[in-house]
C-alpha cells in the first residue's frame, strides 16, 4: 500500500525544507507547475501543501505565491482559528494523517514478517543442501557483527 500521492509530495518537500535544500523564505512554483512536475492534478498539490502548511513549514499569501518558512520558525502551537471551517478542516487534515500513519505502520509490520518468514525459509533450506551459516550470513551481506551473532555449529 503506498502512500497517497499528495503524502508523498508533501513528504518530499518537508524533507527539502528540513534539510535545508529550500531555506526559509524562498517562493515555490506554482500549482500548475507543481503539478506538471510531479504528474499530478492540481488538487493533489493543493492537498500536499495543505499538509505543508499544516506543519507550519510554508505560508500562502493570496496572490503572491506560497513560501517556504523555516522550520524552526514554525508555530509551536496551534495557529489561531478565525471560523469553525478552519477548525473543523485543520482536525480532519490532522485524523487523516494519524490514521494513515498507522495504516502505514500496521502494513509495514505485516511486511517485515512475511520478509522475516521467507529469510527463515531460505536459511532453512541452504542450511538443508549443506551451506554453513556463516557462508548463508556472507550470501545475505551480514556485516562481521551480524555474522559473529550466528550459530557456530559449523564443521
Same mark, same amino acid.
Given at each position: 500500500m503506498a502512500d497517497p500521492a499528495y503524502v508523498?509530495?508533501? $513528504?518530499?518537500y518537508a524533507r527539502q525544507i528540513r534539510d535545508g535544500a529550500l531555506p526559509s523564505g524562498t517562493k515555490l512554483p506554482s500549482h500548475a507547475q507543481l503539478a506538471e512536475r510531479h504528474g499530478c492534478s492540481r488538487l493533489t498539490i493543493r492537498k500536499a501543501l495543505d499538509l505543508l502548511?499544516?506543519?507550519?513549514? @510554508?505560508?500562502? @499569501?493570496?496572490?503572491?505565491?506560497? #513560501? @517556504?518558512?523555516a522550520a524552526e520558525d514554525a508555530p509551536e502551537r496551534p495557529p489561531s482559528f478565525d471560523n469553525d471551517v478552519d477548525r473543523i478542516r485543520a482536525i480532519a487534515n490532522a485524523i487523516r494523517r494519524a490514521r494513515l500513519s498507522s495504516e502505514l505502520i500496521i502494513y509495514y509490520q505485516i511486511r517485515i514478517?512475511?520478509?522475516?518468514?521467507?529469510? /527463515?525459509?531460505?536459511?532453512?533450506?541452504?542450511?538443508?543442501?549443506?551451506?554453513? #551459516?556463516?557462508?548463508? &550470513?556472507? /550470501?545475505? &551481506?551480514?556485516?562481521?557483527?551480524?555474522?559473529? /551473532?550466528?550459530?557456530?555449529? $559449523?564443521p
Open positions: 508523498s509530495i508533501a $513528504d518530499e502548511r499544516d506543519e507550519g513549514l @510554508v505560508r500562502t @499569501v493570496r496572490g503572491h505565491g506560497t #513560501y @517556504v518558512t514478517a512475511e520478509l522475516s518468514g521467507i529469510r /527463515q525459509s531460505a536459511i532453512e533450506e541452504a542450511r538443508d543442501r549443506g551451506l554453513s #551459516y556463516t557462508e548463508i &550470513g556472507r /550470501q545475505l &551481506g551480514l556485516s562481521r557483527s551480524r555474522l559473529d /551473532q550466528l550459530p557456530h555449529e $559449523d
